[in-house]
């Protein structure tokens, strides 16, 4: 699977910004910013607000890995292949 890097631009406390990310990431951005009734630009502006260093590109791709994690941890992982609104409960086991 090929992923491009793209830059894109957003508004953030009024002011236009470009960020470069990953399909990947965008799409889990807009995901997280939909599960949250906010709108992406409100999400990556809290981001880019609590982020400690580095650059913001990659501070958005460090919370979508953080938020997917969480998410498998507590064992509630969403189907990419599942229709809307249904989550399948996945158990790992370690070690294997």
Do not use: C
Request: charged share 25%; glycine share 8%.
């Amino acid at each position: 699977m090929k992923s491009t890097v793209v830059k894109r631009s957003i508004v953030l406390a009024g002011h236009k910004t470009s960020v470069s990310l990953e399909d990947a990431f965008w799409e889990g951005l807009k995901d997280i910013a939909k599960a949250r009734r906010t709108t992406l630009s409100d999400l990556v502006t809290s981001i880019d607000t609590d982020r400690q260093h580095g650059n913001l590109s990659s501070a958005l791709r460090l919370f979508v890995l953080g938020h997917y994690r969480k998410r498998a941890a507590s064992g509630l992982v969403v189907d990419s292949f599942a229709r809307p609104g249904e989550h399948t409960n996945v158990q790992t086991t370690k070690g294997h």
